[in-house]
């Protein structure tokens, strides 16, 4: 008997997908299957999936857009709750926004943008969704999202409703409360935002997206950085290339030629050369520089 079988009785049968293809959920495109993925529209379906999966022992994962997200080649063995486009609701109240977990960063930096909001131009280029950004205050072009987040609802443990403030969301860099507990799923965040000029809102953005088509790979399959920054001052490319490493290739996957900071699906990777071309880098930078990089990207599955 399907174990996920009883899923279908919280949730329409469309947004339920068995032994689904994770590479379709990630931006770097890589990754086996998982046993089960769906896709909740409201707070009570995540809650009655999440008490679902603690009843029938079954492993769950809360996921976002996938873009700062790694799946082994064996896949997920078990269920993937994937907060997108079906939970992804917004409204705005005077220079604040509320905007549900499954909303796209970009699209909320373009409705800020429409509604004379600033504030939220660093995230126009960030390819994933809220809750995603809010678990690794993501940032850019030297802001992030505790310089514009006012509060975050999430569901605890016990699936109730929470909601703190800015602050007690232990913002630090590419870091929040939530990577402490991830049984916590985050739902929405509230932004505050001043009043802007549209056009000079538009122009910034502009900046923005054209530095990025510039200096990263957005033609491949990627998962942004790949390192967060270390300390003492270092730049990841920087100590990337001076290894020589601009272009080294294992497999399908490949250090970016355009931004070492990056590394790309040539077209045909695997997880495992992902995987194997990040330890590469990682320890030739260590020998080199005597620098310990640590990976930004969140890796989930066997092998």
């Known amino acids: 008997m399907n174990k996920y079988k009883g899923l279908e009785d919280i949730i329409s049968s469309d947004r339920i997908r068995y032994n689904e293809p994770m590479k379709y959920h990630t931006t770097m495109k890589v990754g086996g299957e998982c046993s089960c993925l769906v896709e909740p529209s409201s707070i009570e379906e995540i809650n009655s999936i999440v008490k679902y999966a603690k009843e029938n022992n079954l492993k769950y994962y809360i996921i976002g857009n996938g873009s700062n997200l790694l799946v082994k080649d064996k896949g997920i063995d078990g269920l993937v709750i994937k907060i997108t486009n079906e939970f992804a609701d917004i409204e705005k109240n005077g220079e604040y926004i509320k905007v549900y977990a499954g909303y796209s960063l970009p699209k909320l930096a373009q409705y800020a943008k429409n509604n004379g909001l600033a504030g939220l131009e660093f995230a126009s280029g960030i390819p994933g969704s809220i809750g995603g950004a809010i678990r690794m205050n993501a940032g850019a072009y030297g ?23 800015c602050k007690e969301a232990e913002f630090s860099y590419r870091h929040s409360m939530f990577v402490e507990h991830p049984e ?92 194997e071309l990040i330890e590469y880098v990682k320890n030739t930078v260590k020998e080199k520089f005597n620098v310990l990089l640590e990976e930004e990207v969140v890796i989930l599955g066997g092998n």
């Open 143 to 165: 802001s992030e999202m505790v310089n514009v987040v006012d509060k975050v609802g999430y569901l605890n443990e016990k699936g109730e409703l929470i909601e703190i403030s």
């Open 184 to 275: 916590y799923i985050i739902v929405y965040a509230i932004y505050k935002l001043e009043k802007g000029n549209c056009e000079e809102i538009s122009s910034k953005m502009e900046e923005y997206m054209n530095s990025r088509k510039e200096k990263q790979p957005l033609e491949y399959p990627n998962f942004g950085s790949v390192f967060k920054r270390p300390d003492g001052g270092y730049f990841v490319g920087k100590l990337v290339d001076d290894c020589g490493l601009k272009g080294y290739t294992i497999g399908g996957a490949q250090v970016s030629t355009k931004h070492s900071g990056f590394i790309i699906n040539t077209g045909n990777a695997t997880c495992k050369d992902v995987l």
